[in-house]
């Protein structure tokens, strides 16, 4: 057999394991092998788990079985079998264009220009044009396969050269997708793109956040929307389109019957630009998912858009979290929720809504059938916002996502809530994140948890819950068959905490994640959750760094995890 020398190496701080398969003479007389080099390569752009090979070349018709494996922070152990087949002509290749993307592949340095022309066409369907990847050559011989197009800013010299290409690709009868995000193209570049678009017939995705566009690249963009009609998706979050552009936007929107997506975010769009788009809503649209988040947008604005809201049949999306709607925005919303049939997801953190509209939402939640997603994280609701949700909660049968994390609710608003759980069947996601409910609030959601038999996903990080929290969940945890994730994640929670939740574990058969990271668990918490893991068969991801954990404790959940083969698995020494 080959032999195998092990090598390990860091490379831009992920460690990756390299193998390399040395063939012995005697394989070199029977198959006229040469040396064959398998190494994982990485760039930063790419995850942890994403595997590359780079492979020199040898004689001709050499057949070998090779794995190559890598250990990263978040991916203990990944084994990849590949069968290689080395030539001089291209058969390697084909090889692996059939099991790796060419961007990846294309983004290693050490793979040479040559190569990448000669992968199969059907890796060119997506490409990504950077300065280490494919050269703009390439992209422009084989412009008649690519689908999908994403443009680095720092791929080219001059804007000039950018234009170029994006107008070259757009010309073809392929392309479907291209992103041009933070390259500064401006109002300028957008004029360019509105006139392509124009006569572009195949173009659904257009990604251009980040971009220095202003008021008349919007008014240019908006006059080609009038005419396209194949465009789906634009995202122009990021940039500088004012109310002048949201109303340029507006009027294309009444004309395009294409559009289903829409990104404004972070455009300095105020309750000018908001009341016009809400003019365009009130209108027959394909738009199903618009993104307002962080401008301008107070009550007046929010009042526009829900007041459209009411005989809108299209959008089933609206994010305008970081706006500032206030309570007055609150109440609107109260009335659109009576009669609106079509919304399915509202977003609207961080929008200064404090326990009188947290009380018009709830009596709108009370009778709407529709929504199932509902966020109102880092509001200031309070105790009786919360009260008044939870009366909400007894009654709705839709809602299956609720954020209200950092809102100010503490152990009162959570007893509220706890109670609504007992009778609630379906909400499954539940953010109280941040909200201080203290042990006596764990204690109540514990009592909940015994009886729902929704909720699968529970966090409850940052909320000063210490050991008799944890144990009053660990309780809840021994007979809870749904909850699958639950995020302990900066508590007060030490070794007796930690021994409670491990003796959960044991019987325990749902729960697939648990964060426990940053409270004050010792060796001897650390110690617990490993016998604990020994005989647990369903925790598939345990997070237990930020603690005061030392070696005895560091040792025990290694050798536990020889037994349990758990797929991710955190662990930092803080002590």
């Known amino acids: 057999m080959p032999k195998i020398s092990n090598k390990q190496r860091e490379l831009k701080d992920i460690e990756f394991l390299i193998l390399k398969h040395s063939i012995d003479n005697d394989y070199e007389a029977e198959e006229e092998a040469m040396l064959l080099y398998i190494m994982a390569i990485s760039t930063s752009s790419l995850r942890g788990s994403t595997i590359l090979l780079y492979l020199e070349a040898g004689s001709p018709g050499v057949k070998r079985d090779a794995t190559v494996f890598c250990t990263t922070s978040d991916n203990p152990g990944f084994g990849l079998d590949v069968l290689v087949v080395l030539d001089r002509s291209r058969g390697i290749r084909s090889r692996i264009a059939s099991s790796l993307d060419l961007n990846d592949l294309a983004t290693c340095a050490r793979v040479s220009q040559d190569w990448n022309d000669s992968f199969t066409p059907a890796l060119y369907v997506s490409v990504v044009l950077s300065e280490q990847g494919l050269s703009m050559e390439s992209v422009e011989r084989n412009k008649h396969l690519i689908q999908s197009l994403k443009i680095a800013c720092t791929v080219y010299e001059e804007p000039s050269e950018r234009d170029e290409i994006v107008l070259s690709v757009m010309d073809n009868s392929t392309l479907t997708t291209l992103d041009l995000s933070y390259n500064s193209i401006g109002d300028c570049g957008a004029e360019a793109l509105s006139e392509a678009l124009k006569t572009n017939l195949t173009l659904t995705t257009l990604l251009i956040f980040g971009n220095e566009i202003e008021p008349n690249g919007a008014q240019a963009l ?5 005419s396209n009609s194949t465009l789906t998706t634009l995202t122009l979050d990021y940039n500088s389109i004012g109310d002048n552009g949201a109303q ?5 929107l009444k004309a395009n019957s294409a ?4 990104g404004l975010s972070n455009n300095s769009i105020g309750d000018n630009g908001a009341q016009a788009l809400s003019e365009a809503l009130k209108t027959k649209l394909a738009l199903t998912a618009l993104d307002l988040s962080t401008n301008s947008i107070g009550d007046n604005g929010a009042q526009a858009l829900f007041e459209a809201l009411k005989t809108n049949s299209s959008l089933t999306t609206l994010d305008l979290s970081y706006n500032s709607i206030g309570d007055n925005g609150a109440e609107a919303l109260f009335e659109t929720l009576k009669t609106n049939l079509t919304l399915t997801t ?3 953190f961080g929008n200064e809504i404090e326990p009188n509209g947290a009380q018009a939402l709830s009596e709108a939640l009370k009778s709407n059938s529709t929504l199932t997603t509902l966020t109102l994280d880092y509001n200031s609701i309070g105790d009786n916002g919360a009260q008044a949700l939870s009366e ?3 009654a709705n049968s839709a809602l299956t996502t609720l954020g209200l994390s950092n809102n100010s609710i503490g152990d ?11 009778t609630n069947s379906t909400l499954t996601t539940l953010n109280l994140s941040y909200i201080s409910i203290g042990d006596n609030g764990a204690q109540a959601l514990s009592e909940a948890l015994k ?3 929704a909720l699968t996903a529970l966090d409850l990080s940052n909320n000063s819950i210490g050991d008799n929290g944890a144990c009053a969940l660990s309780e809840a945890l021994k007979t809870s068959s749904t909850l699958t994730t639950l995020s302990l994640w900066k508590n007060s929670i030490g070794d007796n905490g930690a021994k409670a939740l491990s003796e959960a574990l044991k019987t325990n058969l749902a729960l697939t994640t648990l964060s426990l990271s940053n409270n004050s668990i010792g060796d001897n918490g650390a110690c617990a959750l490993s016998e604990a893991l020994k005989t647990n068969s369903t925790l598939t991801t345990l997070i237990v760094d930020g603690n005061q954990t030392g070696p005895i404790g560091a040792q025990a959940l290694s050798e536990a995890l020889k037994t349990n083969p758990m797929s991710r698995f ?3 020494n803080h002590r």
């Open 248 to 252: 340029a936007l507006s009027e294309a």
């Open 412 to 422: 009162n608003g959570a007893q509220a809530l706890s109670e609504a759980l007992k």
């Open 222 to 226: 908006s006059e080609a929307l009038k």
């Open 451 to 453: 009886i729902n038999l």
């Open 570 to 572: 955190r662990l930092v």
């Open 392 to 394: 909400a909660l007894k």
């Open 346 to 348: 509202l977003l609207i």
């Open 259 to 262: 559009l289903t997506t829409l």
